[in-house]
């Protein structure tokens, strides 16, 4: 594999650096209120981005806090970085980093998963079976990834026999480029599909849509191939105006889109897949499938009384919070932040990093005594890729509505500049939010 690096003037870099930098520091909350004494018992489930930045906010905030990490993974991945593995633009040793070095200072990280929680006993009980007393709770696993709902799929064949997802792992980011490379080299049938189900950072479905197109025109393939995609759903994307661009841009580049077609089952060996659509199953053959599995509750939460109780948000378990505050609609003490969250929009590191600043204050506030007193907006952001070299930088609320916070980065105009900040300015961004310093 070839990792092309792209080029650019040393100066116009550090200035850009420089200006990024200053835009975001201006754009960080800060804390009003000296920490509050407390000696209460906090446990936090989870130790992605939403888990450790969630502990390092709250060791800010309160002073003399017992808080206990429960996450048994020693590595952390940074998973806005995989769909630039895909683009064979980075290394997989790039998004991977040791859990340890990331774990703050003062937090007790207890290394097993966590296998049940009960609120009603303010308790969580390990894999190993040791049982955690709580007084407050973060819960911040993250999701799942249902591959065992697409029939015939197994997740080992990816990066084999055409079969791509960019979701699954490091390995599995670089296996679905050479998957599109090979394509590249022998042309045939792209699919690139949606689920039907809420799922992490719902862009880059499409941004693998726009890079397996270029990765194509790049190395001689596009003329000879058929690039389609496959929703679901009535659209692509579910802001109307950047669902409305991506076609735009999609109709140009003579990339089809199927409304209505669920990936219901894969058959590797035929190379053919089935889509459920109304009129009944539709089996295609692919040269090519990028596969999105639907996504879940992880079932620590999914199977506990904490997710949702109706609404289409129940069929996956999602956490039941206050989609404001992020205090959980029954117990009181549970705060959630991540992609856990039961709520309209948001599960993007952006989300993390806005919506855990006012998790972690909220719950501040009620270890202090008081009410929650932070709305969350529901920022996200979505640097979407439209070819390597270029992207739009898209940023939303709750609403839908497009609410961009760099002066002069237009949200639906393709730019080097969107490109540069998914490329090199938004993982010490990340990481910065991890030590809680944004």
């Known amino acids: ?140 696993p993250g999701l799942e990834l249902g591959f065992d709902q697409i029939a015939g799929f197994d997740p080992k064949l990816i990066g084999s026999g055409g079969l791509g997802c960019v979701y699954a792992s490091p390995e599995a980011a670089l296996g679905t480029y050479r998957m599109i490379m090979a394509l590249a080299e022998s042309g045939g049938d792209a699919l690139l599909t949606l689920p ?12 693998l849509t726009f890079i397996a197109d270029d990765l194509l025109r790049r190395h001689g393939g596009r003329s000879r191939s058929r690039v389609s995609f496959m929703s679901p759903l009535s659209s692509v994307f579910g802001v109307p105006s950047v669902n409305t661009k991506v076609l735009e841009l999609w109709n140009e580049r003579s990339i089809g889109v199927a409304y209505g077609h669920r990936l219901k089952a894969v058959d590797p060996g035929r190379r053919r897949a089935v889509f459920a659509t109304n009129a009944g199953d539709v089996e295609q053959s692919y040269d090519f499938l990028h596969v999105v599995p639907p996504m879940r509750a992880p079932a620590v939460v999914r199977n506990s009384p904490l997710p949702v109780q109706s609404g289409p948000l129940s069929e996956g378990g999602w956490l039941d919070v206050d989609k404001d505050n992020l205090r959980h609609r029954r117990f009181p003490e549970i705060f959630g932040c991540g992609d856990i969250n039961g709520t309209p929009r948001g599960k993007t590191a952006a989300t993390v990093k806005k919506g855990g600043f006012v998790a972690a204050a909220n719950l501040a506030a009620v270890v202090a005594g008081r009410e929650p007193e932070l709305k969350f907006d529901g920022y996200t952001s979505c640097p979407m890729v439209t070819s390597i070299g270029r992207a739009m930088l898209i940023e939303f609320d709750y609403e839908g509505r497009l609410t961009p916070t760099l002066p002069g980065v237009e949200p639906l105009t393709e730019s080097w500049f969107a490109w540069f900040l998914e490329e090199r300015m938004l993982k010490p961004a990340y990481f910065a939010m991890l030590k809680g310093w944004t």
């Open 1 to 140: 594999m070839v990792i092309r690096k792209q080029s650019a003037d040393p100066q116009r870099r550090r200035i850009l650096q420089a200006a990024l930098a200053a835009a975001m520091a201006s754009a960080v909350p800060r804390q009003s209120r000296a920490a509050t004494r407390t000696n209460a018992r906090i446990v936090i489930v989870g130790g992605g981005a939403a888990g450790i930045s969630m502990a390092a906010r709250l060791l800010a905030l309160l002073d003399g806090a017992r808080i206990t990490l429960i996450d048994g993974a020693q590595q952390h991945i940074y998973q806005p970085g995989l769909t630039l593995v895909a683009a064979g633009t980075w290394a997989p040793a790039q998004v991977i980093e040791p859990e340890a070095r990331w774990m703050p200072r003062g937090v007790e990280w207890l290394q097993e998963y966590a296998a049940e929680i009960d609120p009603v006993a303010k308790a969580v009980t390990t894999a190993g079976g040791k049982r955690v007393p709580y007084d407050f709770l973060v819960v911040a």
């Open 196 to 207: 039907h189900t809420p799922l992490k950072c719902a862009g880059a479905p499409l941004k």
